[in-house]
C-alpha cells in the first residue's frame, strides 16, 4: 500500500473534483473526473506466454479447418465423379426404370390428388360463401367502425404494457 | 518512423492469412481481453482461458468484421459473448437481471471475493480502494464502468455492444459512479474526510 502523503493529497484533490461534479449534477465533467480518477487502477495483465498461446491456438485451428475444407472438396469431387461414371454405364436401364416409377405413381396418384382438392375447395368455398352471409348479417359501418376502435386501443394497450415491463427490467431510466 | 497500422488494416489481413497482423490484434488486445474477463469471473486462469477463446472465436468470424465499426468495439462484442455463454452454462448469476433483488445489492457468487492481494499490491490507496469497490458493483455495472472507462469505449459503442438503449447505458454509468462513492465513503474515502480512516473495509 502506498503511504505517501503527497500522493495520498493527489489522490483526494481528484476525488473531491469527482464527487463534487457528481453533486453539481454535471454528468459530463463526472464522467471526465471519475475517468480520471479511474485511470490509476491498474489492468489486469496476463501472463507472458499468453499471446504466443493464442496465436498457436488459432493457427492450429486454421491448419485443421484447411485440412477439413480439403478433405470435402476432395469427397466432393470424388462423389461426383463416381456419379457420372454410374450414370454413364447405367443410364439406359436406369432411365428406363425412373420413368417407368414416376409413369406409375403418377398414374395412380394424380386423379386421386385431383378428386380430392376439389372437395376440399368446395368446402372452402362453402366455409367461405356462410361468413360472407353472417358477415353481411351483422356487420354494419357503425360496428365495424367500434370493432376496428377496440383492435386500436387493445394494440396501444399492449405496446404500453411492453414499454412499461421493459423499462423496468431494464431499469431503463433517463438520468 | 512506422506508422501503426489500424485495427481494421490488422483484421483485415490476418483475415488475409498474416500470422504476424493477427500476432499483432492479439498482443495490442491481450491485456484489455484478459481485465475485462478478469473483472467478469474474478478468477485469474478462468479470464485467460476465456479471452484466449474470445480471440479464436475473432478469428473465425474476422469475415463479419465490418471496418466500417471500430474494432475494439465488435472485440469485446465477441469477448462478452463468450464470457456470457461460459456463464450460462455454469450458472453463475453474474448477467441476469431478473435475479436482482430489488435494491439492487444482492451480491453475485463472483462477486463475494474480495480483490486478490496481488491485484491491490503496489497500487495507491485510492486505487486499491477502487478496485475493490469496482469488484464489489452489480455485474452489469461493472461491465460498463469497465468498458467505458478502462477500454475506452464510448456511450453509443457500449450501448451498441451490450443491445441496450443509450439512455440505459448513461443511467448504469451513473449509478454506478454513486455506488462507487458510496463503497469508497464506507472506506474512509469521502470529500468531508481529510485522509482515509484506518480499519474501515468495505
Do not use: C
Request: glycine share 6%.
Amino acid at each position: 500500500m502506498n503511504s505517501d502523503p503527497i500522493e495520498s493529497d493527489m489522490d483526494r484533490k481528484e476525488l473531491n473534483a469527482w464527487l463534487m461534479a457528481e453533486e453539481g449534477g454535471d454528468e459530463e465533467a463526472a464522467d471526465a473526473a471519475f475517468a480520471h480518477l479511474f485511470s490509476a487502477v491498474p489492468r489486469v495483465e496476463p501472463r507472458p506466454m499468453f499471446v504466443e498461446q493464442v496465436v498457436i491456438a488459432a493457427w492450429a485451428w486454421r491448419a485443421r479447418r484447411r485440412r477439413q475444407m480439403a478433405l470435402l472438396w476432395a469427397a466432393a469431387v470424388v462423389l461426383v465423379a463416381a456419379a457420372a461414371a454410374s450414370a454413364s454405364v447405367a443410364s439406359p436401364v436406369l432411365a428406363r426404370t425412373v420413368v417407368k416409377t414416376i409413369a406409375f405413381v403418377g398414374g395412380h396418384t394424380v386423379p386421386w390428388l385431383v378428386a380430392y382438392a376439389s372437395v376440399a375447395l368446395h368446402g372452402w368455398l362453402t366455409l367461405g360463401h356462410v361468413g360472407a352471409v353472417i358477415a353481411g348479417t351483422l356487420m354494419t359501418p357503425g360496428r365495424v367502425a367500434a370493432l376496428v376502435g377496440v383492435e386500436l386501443v387493445g394494440i396501444l394497450a399492449f405496446y404500453a404494457l411492453r414499454r412499461v415491463a421493459g423499462a423496468e427490467r431494464l431499469g431503463d431510466v433517463q438520468v | 518512423m512506422a506508422v501503426q497500422r489500424s485495427d481494421a488494416e490488422l483484421a483485415r489481413d490476418a483475415r488475409a492469412g498474416s500470422e504476424a497482423a493477427y500476432r499483432e490484434l492479439v498482443t495490442r488486445y491481450a491485456t484489455p481481453a484478459v481485465n475485462f474477463t478478469y473483472r467478469m469471473v474474478r478468477d485469474r486462469a478462468l479470464a485467460e482461458d476465456l479471452a484466449q477463446e474470445g480471440f479464436l472465436r475473432v478469428y473465425q468470424r474476422l469475415h463479419t468484421f465490418d471496418p466500417a465499426r471500430r474494432f475494439s468495439s465488435w472485440f469485446f462484442q465477441v469477448l462478452r459473448n463468450v464470457t456470457i455463454d461460459h456463464l450460462r452454462v455454469h450458472r453463475i448469476p453474474t448477467a441476469s437481471l431478473d435475479e436482482l433483488e430489488e435494491d439492487g445489492r444482492r451480491v453475485s457468487i463472483v462477486d463475494r471475493e474480495d480483490a486478490s492481494p496481488e491485484e491491490l499490491a503496489g497500487q495507491g490507496e485510492l486505487a486499491s480502494a477502487m478496485t475493490a469497490a469496482l469488484s464489489r458493483l452489480r455485474p452489469e455495472y461493472r461491465e460498463v464502468v469497465v468498458l467505458r472507462y478502462q477500454e475506452g469505449l464510448t456511450q453509443p459503442e457500449i450501448a451498441q455492444m451490450l443491445g441496450l438503449p443509450a439512455g440505459t447505458v448513461k443511467t448504469y454509468l451513473h449509478r454506478a459512479r454513486k455506488e462507487l462513492a458510496e463503497l469508497l465513503a464506507a472506506r474512509g474515502w469521502s470529500p468531508e474526510s481529510r485522509e482515509p480512516t484506518p480499519g474501515k473495509t468495505l
